[in-house]
């Protein structure tokens, strides 16, 4: 496991709240020098803590304002490749989660309106191997920074 201290999760949390913070303003945030945050941020990098960096999007204001969660189910023989396969051919599919147990797979969708949602739940029904699905709307979102 990586070291990572304190100081170090601090930076995180200013470039999870805005990743185009400058060295210097995270700088006068943990009390350390631009040079040292630099160091610390690159060596966050370099050992695969820190993997990217993000514009995070208003959807809805692209018109893909429905956002939902689909359980997939699918044959007993179908492997976990063919199951990504069939959602990564879809602009629809956010994220494809492959689980223990039942059902076999999530989904994160976002769609332009209901009639939208049906068309790619058809669309993921229709690949072969599913044998059923379940799909959650979504009313609102929190997430940890």
Known sequence: MPEVDETDHRLLRSLREDGRRTYSEMAKEVGLSVAAVKRRVDR???????????????????????????????????????????ATQLPEVQAVFTIAGDPDALMHLRVRDISHLQQIIDKL???????????????????RD
Do not use: N, P, Y
């Open 44 to 86: 966050m990098r370099e050992i695969g803590v820190i993997t990217g960096f993000t514009a995070q999007i208003d959807h809805a204001k692209l018109g893909w304002g429905i956002e939902a969660f689909t359980e997939m189910r699918f044959t007993g023989t179908t492997g976990v490749r063919e199951i990504v396969q069939t």
């Open 125 to 143: 029904r229709r690949s072969g191997t599913v044998t059923g699905t379940k799909t959650l709307m979504v009313l609102g979102s929190w997430t």
